[in-house]
């Protein structure tokens, strides 16, 4: 009996394990423009691939299945693919530059506190011997 857990797929990662060929890695867009850039550097490197769509539960995935040969140079397409649609976390410039100078500011202050009761704590450390 297989194991479940094994083709659990929450989704944090876009590729799993071919189904049927264990030779094989799939991995899977729900983004069209995703799709398309990845495909753009299948075909720039020379890598075989075969390209299928998928519908599950409203999502329409675009499936990319290749030889787990190429698994190091395709996880480098496809950081880069991420990378190049990836949308900032902050996406307004003066609230992102707000959050970092606060923290920031928390970090110093924290640091000024330390080095500021130091004496303090070897004076209170001392009393102790």
């Known amino acids: ?9 929450l989704g944090f990662v876009n590729f799993t394990k071919h189904p049927k060929n264990p ?3 799939v991995y899977r867009f729900t983004d069209v423009a995703r799709a398309n850039s ?4 299948l075909i720039s490197n020379k890598i075989t691939f075969e390209e299928d769509t998928e519908q599950k539960k409203q999502v329409t995935y675009t499936l990319f299945a290749l030889h787990k040969k190429h698994y190091s140079k395709t996880m480098q397409m496809n950081f880069k693919v991420e990378s190049k649609h ?11 530059w707000t959050v970092l100078l606060f923290g920031l500011g928390i970090l110093l ?6 080095c500021k009761h130091m004496t303090y ?9």
């Open 121 to 129: 704590l070897n004076q209170k450390t001392e009393q102790l011997k």
């Open 1 to 9: 009996m297989e194991n479940p857990i094994e083709h659990l797929d």
């Open 86 to 96: 990836k949308k900032p976390l902050i996406p307004f410039l003066l609230l992102r």
């Open 23 to 25: 030779n094989f890695l």
């Open 109 to 114: 202050l924290a640091i000024l506190s330390y």
């Open 38 to 41: 990845f495909r753009e550097e």
